[in-house]
C-alpha cells in the first residue's frame, strides 16, 4: 500500500485517478489547488505526489521548486497538458521525478507510479548526512552545498546524482544505471543527458574540471567517483 496525495484542479480526474488508486489498495488524499497542495505535502508524509503543472493559487512548479528547497525528497509526478520539451526539462530541473502529458492512459499512470516507487522505497532511504567531495560540503538531509564559506545552488537531480555516486563510491556506474536510478528512463530517453550533467557537476566538485581526480570516466562503461 502506497500513500499518494493527488493534487489536481480537474475534480473528475482527480476522482477516477482517486478510485483506481484505491482500487489497488492505496490510500489517496485529494487536493485541488497548489496552495492546499504544498500544506499537505509539507505537514503529512505520503510515498509519492501526483502533481499538476497548471494550478490554481500556486503552479505545480512552484509548488514542487518550494518543496525541494525545504528539503522535500518524496518522489513527484507532474502532470501537464503542456507538450514542450522545455516544460518537460523545467519540472524536471526543479526536482520532479517523472513527467506525465495529458491525455494519458490511466494505466501508464500506475505504472510510471508504481516505477518510481520502486526506485525510491521509502524504507531504503538513508540520512547520509554531511559529506565531502571535492570542493563540495554536501548535506544530504538539508539540500545543501557549500564551496568554502559560499553557498553553492545545485538542482534536485544534481544532488541526487552525487548522491547516488557517494553511495557508490569506488565502483564504476553506468549511464543507463543513472538513468535508472536517478531520472528514470521516461523522463530523459537519451544517456546523453548523463554526460551533460557529469561536465556540470564536475565544475561544481573538482578544482580542475579539464582534468577530474574525482568524478573519472571509466572508459566503455560510465563514471566512477573516488575521494
Known sequence: MARILIVEDEREMAQGLKDNFEFEGDEVTMTFDGIEGYS????????????????PKMSGFEVCKKLRAEGNKTPILMLTARGQEIDRVLGLELGADDYLIKPFSVRELLARVRAILRR?????????????????????????????????HLTHKEFETLRYFYAHK?????????LDKVWGYESFPTTRTVDNYIARIRKRVEHDPNNPRHIITVHGTGYKYVE
Open 120 to 152: 525510491c522505497p521509502p524504507e531504503e532511504e538513508e540520512n547520509t548526512g554531511s559529506v565531502q567531495m571535492g570542493k563540495l560540503c554536501l548535506d544530504f538531509d538539508k539540500y545543501r552545498a557549500s564551496d568554502g564559506d559560499a553557498d553553492v
Open 170 to 178: 569506488g565502483n564504476a556506474v553506468s549511464r543507463d544505471e543513472l
Open 40 to 55: 499537505q505535502a509539507k505537514s503529512v508524509q505520503h510515498d509519492i505526489i501526483i502533481l499538476d503543472v497548471m494550478l
